[in-house]
């Protein structure tokens, strides 16, 4: 790795800023995820990405040493990407725990763990994982996986917490999210407020049937309480 080559795998120039490095880095390691990009090849670009941002992160303080370790880190990515591919998860676990106690400030591979985690159907602990990440909390991917752990816990209350900040960072796409709080505020027996977010989303969507019919039915649920 070289300063070119990882100014060219990120896409940007020397003269960008660090703010904007990471902003840029954010995004593509997101995009790049393979629980988020089905692609061949997505776990090889993902690593790629994350070797160019170290890289350029501590290009004043490389030295042989260092860049020993950063090779071992990425060696170790892609034991963990292997495991994840035969769904062997118990085995990346254990190796993306290794790279933590190695790499401690590092959100990717707390963001990995996360989603390790997600496939062993342990959802607190990758609760747990997710709150350690500050570098992606305004990124729409963390909190639809924060959202979906909740939802395998029944946690309704923290489910509308998710949706509220997905409407913030998707203001474009508000109804899908409005729709999930009026579910939410359905399993919470608040039926009038679920009344309430369901209309939003026929208003904002008039022939959305499935909010229509989920409507109706939660009238008559309240007509007859």
């Known amino acids: 790795m070289n300063e070119k080559i990882a100014l060219k795998i990120l896409g940007i120039k020397k003269t960008t800023d660090f703010d904007q490095i990471k902003k840029r880095y ?3 390691v997101l995009k790049e995820h393979p629980d988020k990009n089905p692609e061949v090849g997505s776990d090889k670009k993902f690593i790629q990405i994350f070797y160019a941002f170290h890289y350029l992160r501590t290009k004043n303080k490389n030295s042989l040493e260092f860049e020993k370790n950063l090779e071992k880190l990425i060696y170790d990515l892609q034991k963990v990407f292997l495991h994840w591919k035969e769904s062997e998860y118990d085995n990346a676990l254990k190796v993306i725990n290794i790279m933590i106690s190695k790499f401690e400030e590092n959100d990717e591979l707390f963001y990995v763990k996360g989603m390790i985690l997600i496939q062993l159907n342990k959802y607190q602990n990758a609760l747990n994982c997710f709150e350690h990440i500050e570098e992606f ?9 924060i959202a979906y752990c909740y939802s395998k816990l029944e ?9 509220d900040k997905m409407i913030e960072i998707e203001s474009n ?8 709080k009026a579910i939410c505020y359905y399993k919470l027996k608040n ?4 009344i309430e977010y369901f209309d939003k989303v026929i208003k904002l969507n008039p022939h959305d049937k499935d909010a229509k019919e989920l409507r109706d039915r939660t009238i008559k649920k309240l007509e007859h309480k």
């Open 155 to 163: 946690n309704y209350e923290k489910i509308l917490i998710c949706c």
């Open 191 to 194: 039926l009038e407020k679920s």
């Open 26 to 28: 954010r995004k593509l």
């Open 137 to 145: 909390k305004s990124d729409s991917s963390l909190w639809n996986n």
């Open 173 to 180: 796409n508000a109804s899908k999210w409005w729709y999930n």
